[in-house]
């Protein structure tokens, strides 16, 4: 019997497989007809050739992108209906449906089923396949009547199969095995902020990447073009998941670690907790606003202005009167100053008028040259500027935190101590705490606009006719969408941006990742317990709907400036519109390494949730004590065991950020090519990480040097600790040359 239901699923998985190459052959036959179609007649034409090709590149791109393990279970349902659930949904040209997307309401019971609740179910199947083929299959009957004598219930063999496969430095969606409790934070309502707490291995990463793919879905009308944001702790991190959403149907996501949430910063330098937490505290705000406000000067006293021979007074009075008035539009700073100028030039110009006039009596000739020998003369755009400088972000941090006078002046809430931490020379790199600061900065200022404001002026006018061709274009184009499946797909903003003539055309998370002042429709931020008020002050500033997706486990909290409590770190931003689920049940580390990490927190004082492993490991967590100096020797002697116990799978050396190139540089010597350095090398046999790039990773091997460095280098906190000693997926080792820290070895 099983053959032949293994038979007959490879018959129909090769049916499926068909029918996505025709799709595939389809749209590159659609997309190179489009293509061939010279760009002729009106805007409006050119516009939906445009559209259509943009519409095809993205299904392509989604069609390319689920081939592996297209489709991963079938439903048998009451009603005697085979439901196939798959990475898409698929129907024939006659519109008769193949597979469901697991998205769909539909395909919902394949996730939430179980024997007490069926839900119409009466089996579940899994299938278990290798590139195009279905290798296995496992069924989950749900109705006993199906029983045969000698039959038994099965489960779960799907899911401990790939719980207990090699890691591969890349992370894996889960779509074919989403439990019951992690299905049901996936398909939360999108409004409002939803925190998914979660301890080690309990999924939280995955469920945020598929609940993202779910919420593009299941809203694509709403978030089509305002789009998803996700943001991770690192650039390691961002690198090991960026597979997952294509691979479940998704490539329009815009992805950014914390230090790259600034279009043209890439802020990587490393600075002490001590600056880290002063940065990140909310009173920075105010700091930037006072630097911000301490550019628009009043002069000392009255100024003698040089314009063409004539001398004419700048009185501190009219100076004022004029930064009143510049303020009171409540516009950014830059251009603020278009007003403050205005104002001034036009006094200055009366001034100089007068001055003529009362030296050529009855003279009445044309005196509008007047105003553009005031806007010309050097002595008066040196005093404009000395009053109110245009500024740019960057610059302003930069001085800030470079010049002890400006710092003191518009931080007079911290201490002189507090001061001299932050005090740096005015060329240091940027750090992720800068970027918060730089986004503040240049909300508080403005764009840069040396053309006065015509440019801007000019490029609202044309984005106003490419909206207007572009609706009308999508309009003409309707129903010709809707025979093709993929109305409602793309919109005039969409179609506009994809029409700019610059030779590029860029996609919606293109265009997202290059504006700083995108608004998102939601934000996915993933290890958020790290976040310090101000990186959630940018946050809330890039989505004002406030619509977020919010995952971590304040047990794992190692940053200074993160957070205690996630009312603390949510409630001034947020209030009361948020709402928090936990997931109870560790699906990665072994029980035994588990309890261990649990334990040595707990000693520490640290209450963390505590999740139930599914599964024992084979080994205790070992540890291997060693006199001081011999750490990395004895690194490089485990090695060997290390390896060939995980049979081929990853093995991460987690050390002091201090010892990582020490490290990395004694395993290379013996190891080669082999051995991987820091957030760029997840995938090598042997990868050598502090315990910030490792956050939200998994090995199937971990060697922890020194674990008494690691509560040291946290202030004493144990989430660097707790988060090294729970990515192994099967095999913990520590080496220590200092005194264990208590509750490790139980």
């Known amino acids: 019997m099983y053959d032949a239901e293994l038979a007959h699923e490879r018959f129909y998985v090769d049916g ?25 007649g009106t805007h409006q034409n050119r516009s939906e050739r445009d559209a259509f090709a943009a519409l095809y590149e993205t299904r392509l791109a989604q069609l390319n992108a689920v081939d592996d393990k297209l489709v991963f279970g079938r439903l048998d349902l009451d009603n005697g209906e085979q439901r196939y659930i798959g990475r898409i949904g698929l129907s024939t040209e006659d519109l008769r449906q193949l597979m469901v997307d697991w998205r769909a309401p539909e395909a919902g019971t394949f996730y939430q089923a179980t024997a007490f609740e069926r839900l119409g179910v009466r089996r579940r199947r899994h299938l278990i396949l290798k590139g195009r083929n279905v290798k296995a299959i496992e069924d989950e009957v749900l109705d006993h009547t199906m029983l045969v004598e000698g039959e038994h219930l099965q489960g779960e063999g799907a899911l401990l199969a790939a719980l207990n496969s090699k890691r591969t430095g890349r992370m894996s969606d889960i779509v074919g095995t989403i439990q019951s409790e992690q299905d049901r934070i996936i398909r939360s309502p999108l409004s409002g902020a939803l925190v998914v707490q979660g301890g080690p291995g309990t999924g939280k990463t995955a469920v945020a990447l598929h609940r993202a793919a779910y919420l593009l879905y299941t809203h694509r009308e709403r978030l089509a073009s305002a789009g998803v944001l996700l943001v991770g702790p690192s650039s390691a991190f961002m690198k090991y998941i960026e597979r997952v959403l294509p691979s479940l149907g998704e490539t329009g996501v815009v992805m950014a670690s914390v230090g790259h949430l600034l279009p043209g910063i890439s802020a990587t330098a490393v600075e002490s907790p001590e600056v880290a937490r002063l940065k990140g505290r909310i009173d920075m705000a105010r700091v930037i606003a006072n630097a911000v406000a301490n550019r628009q000067r009043l002069p000392r006293g009255d100024a003698r202005l040089d314009v063409e021979g004539t001398r004419l007074v700048l009185t501190a009075r009219q100076v004022r009167r004029a930064r009143d008035k510049a303020r009171a539009t409540g516009k950014p700073h830059n251009e603020a100053r278009l007003t403050f100028v205005k104002i001034l030039l036009r006094e200055l110009t009366d001034q100089l008028r007068e001055h003529i006039e009362a030296s050529g009596t009855g003279n009445t000739a044309d005196r509008s040259y007047l105003a553009e020998d005031v806007r010309s003369s050097r002595d008066v755009r040196i005093m404009l500027n000395l009053c109110w400088m245009p500024m740019g972000a960057q610059k302003l941090v930069r001085e800030l935190f470079s010049k ?16 001299e931490l932050l005090l740096r020379p005015e060329d240091a790199p940027w750090t992720e705490s800068d970027v918060p600061l730089l986004d503040e900065a240049a909300e508080l200022l403005g764009e840069l606009d040396i053309t006065g404001g015509r440019a801007g002026a000019a490029h609202d006018a044309q984005r106003r006719r490419d909206l207007a061709n572009a609706e009308k274009a999508i309009a003409n184009m309707d129903q010709q ?6 109305n409602g797909m793309l919109t005039a903003e969409q179609l506009a941006d994809y029409n700019v003539v610059d030779g590029e055309h860029l996609s919606n998370a293109d265009r997202a990742l290059t504006d700083r002042t995108w608004a998102y429709g939601h934000v996915v931020v993933d290890e958020a317990q790290e976040l310090s008020p101000m990186q959630w002050r940018l946050l809330v500033r890039r989505c004002p709907v406030k619509s977020f997706t919010i995952v971590g486990d304040i047990a794992q ?15 001034p931003f947020m209030g009361e519109r948020w709402s928090m689920e936990e997931l109870t049940v ?41 006199a001081a100096g011999a750490l990395i020797e004895r690194v490089v002697a485990v090695m060997d065991e290390e390896t060939a116990a995980v049979d081929g799978g990853l093995v991460a050396v987690i050390a002091p950020r201090g010892m990582v ?22 995938e090598q046999d042997i990868v050598v990480i502090d315990p ?10 971990v060697v922890i040097v020194e674990p008494a460095a690691l509560l040291a280098g946290a202030g004493g906190r144990v989430g660097d600790l707790y988060v090294a000693m729970t990515r192994p997926t099967q095999r913990l080792r520590l080496i220590a040359a200092e005194p264990l820290p208590e509750g490790i070895e139980a």
């Open 661 to 682: 190139a020490e490290t990395a540089a004694a395993l290379r010597a013996v190891y080669g090519h082999r051995v991987g350095h820091g957030a760029g090398s997840v």
């Open 481 to 486: 969408l809707e025979d093709s499946g993929v």
């Open 692 to 701: 910030h790039e490792a956050k939200g990773l998994e090995f199937d091997g």
């Open 586 to 626: 560790n699906y990665r580390t072994p029980a035994q390494i588990a309890e261990s990490a649990v334990r040595m927190a707990n000693a520490a004082g640290q209450v963390v949730s505590a999740p139930k492993a599914v599964r024992d490991g084979e080994w205790e967590p070992i540890v291997d004590h060693v």
């Open 557 to 571: 909290t190692s940053s200074a400036a993160g957070a205690d409590s996630w009312r603390q770190a949510l409630s």
């Open 16 to 40: 499926l497989y068909a029918r996505l190459d025709e799709l595939r052959a389809e749209k590159i036959e659609q997309l190179s007809e489009v293509r061939r179609t010279k760009s002729m």
């Open 404 to 419: 002890p006078e400006i710092l003191r002046a518009v931080a007079p809430g911290f201490t002189d101590a507090e001061r």
